[in-house]
Nanobody
Framework: QVHLVESGGGLVQPGGSLRLSCAAS????????MGWYRQAPGKERELVARITNGVTPRYADSVKGRFTISRDKAKKTVYLQMNRLKPEDTAAYYCNAGVTYYRTSSLVNDEFWGQGTQVTVSS
């Protein structure tokens, strides 16, 4: 199996910064993509940023110029640097990974989700 563990959420004032981290572990052959999604109360989960092997990172329009996604492939970790945070960025942030992993004697492709970390932007 594959597990994703997120960290770095919290309470921050408008205009402040936070850095989220997500580390993948398990019987991983390769991590093909990693990304961050968020879900605010009463709203659907939405893409924040995603980085895929060999592809330019993708961002939601609402975070372009403020958020930066990056990866450490050796550590199987993805980061989300969030600057100039706004109250509307308040949400639970979820890590997502597209992974090829070992299941018994086979290689399997699947997507996994972390449990989420809360980001609250408020004065």
């Amino acid at each position: 199996q594959v597990h994703l563990v997120e960290s770095g959420g919290g309470l921050v004032q408008p205009g402040g910064s936070l850095r989220l981290s997500c580390a993948a572990s398990g019987s991983i052959f390769s991590v093909n993509a990693m990304g961050w999604y968020r879900q605010a109360p009463g709203k659907e989960r939405e893409l924040v940023a995603r980085i895929t092997n060999g592809v330019t990172p993708r961002y939601a329009d609402s975070v372009k110029g403020r958020f930066t996604i990056s990866r450490d492939k050796a550590k199987k970790t993805v980061y989300l640097q969030m600057n100039r945070l706004k109250p509307e960025d308040t949400a639970a942030y979820y890590c997502n990974a597209g992974v090829t992993y070992y299941r018994t004697s086979s290689l399997v492709n699947d997507e996994f989700w972390g449990q989420g970390t809360q980001v609250t932007v408020s004065s």
